[in-house]
């Protein structure tokens, strides 16, 4: 069972708009939320995360979102840049250093 | 500095053989964790290590699978009797404390081996 959900496999952005990657979970036992950014034949890299603690984390042109109550959380890029097309993975954890739940994957093509 | 590192980045084998998979996690990372990614899926958590010990072998998927760690830094993960099912990326991510305390952590991944099995 999936427990959590990226809904858009992909999305397209013209370069300077924001880009809007969304992610849901079902387990209310995580507490803790990363994103992850991963180009073809390398493994994922670390881009931002939150604790349920807090409901904004904001790194320079990325900002994580969570909404605890509706168990959501998304991940806002502004400006694109066309460096930022990759995969985006979405995890969860019940607390930090626990396993990571992934979900499946938004891949995000940023055009000139 | 240096990420981590695994080897080898590809491995053929045939069905029924038996395969290891080499981690090198970042330096002084206590914490060290295998996945397993396969087409058009997420990673799946396998197994958790602190230190040497294997903390949380819950995503192990049955016994043909094992990994160790004996001196706290390099793990190999074992696959004995390879099926073709078995294929994908095989990832490995290295933290600095893990479940050591509660500060926020945060898993560093390696480039992965990808393993196909024919």
């Known amino acids: 069972d999936q427990q959590v959900k990226q809904n858009s496999p992909s999305l397209s952005v013209q370069e300077g708009r924001i880009s809007i990657l969304n992610c849901d979970y079902t387990?209310?036992?995580?507490?803790?939320f990363l994103w992850y950014k991963k180009y073809p034949a390398e493994g994922p890299t670390f881009l931002i995360s939150?604790?349920?603690?807090?409901d904004k984390n904001e790194d320079g042109r990325f900002t994580v979102f969570l909404n605890k109550s509706a168990k959501h959380l998304s991940l806002h890029i502004v400006p694109s840049q066309p460096g930022d097309s990759a995969v985006y993975f979405c995890?969860?954890?019940?607390?930090?250093?626990?396993?990571?739940?992934f979900g499946k994957g938004t891949s995000l093509l940023v055009t000139p | 500095g240096a990420g981590v590192s695994q080897t080898p980045s590809n491995k053929v084998t045939e069905k029924g053989k038996y395969v290891e998979l080499r981690c090198d996690p970042i330096?002084?990372?206590?914490?060290l964790y295998w996945y397993r990614q396969s087409l058009g899926q997420g990673p799946e958590f396998l197994i958790y290590?602190?230190?040497?010990?294997?903390?949380?072998d819950s995503g192990l998927p049955n016994d043909r699978f094992f990994a160790v760690r004996p001196e706290g830094s390099v793990s190999t993960l074992k696959i004995q009797r390879t099926e073709r099912g078995d294929s994908a990326v095989y990832l490995c991510?290295?933290?600095?404390?893990?479940?050591?305390?509660?500060?926020?952590?945060?898993?560093?991944f390696g480039p992965g081996t990808r393993l196909t099995v024919l």
């Open positions: 991510a290295s933290s600095p404390r893990g479940r050591a305390d509660s500060l926020t952590d945060t898993q560093y």
């Open positions: 387990n209310s036992m995580f507490d803790y």
């Open positions: 939150i604790s349920s603690i807090k």
């Open positions: 995890a969860a954890s019940e607390d930090s250093g626990y396993a990571l739940n």
């Open positions: 330096s002084g990372h206590t914490a």
């Open positions: 290590f602190q230190g040497t010990g294997a903390a949380d």
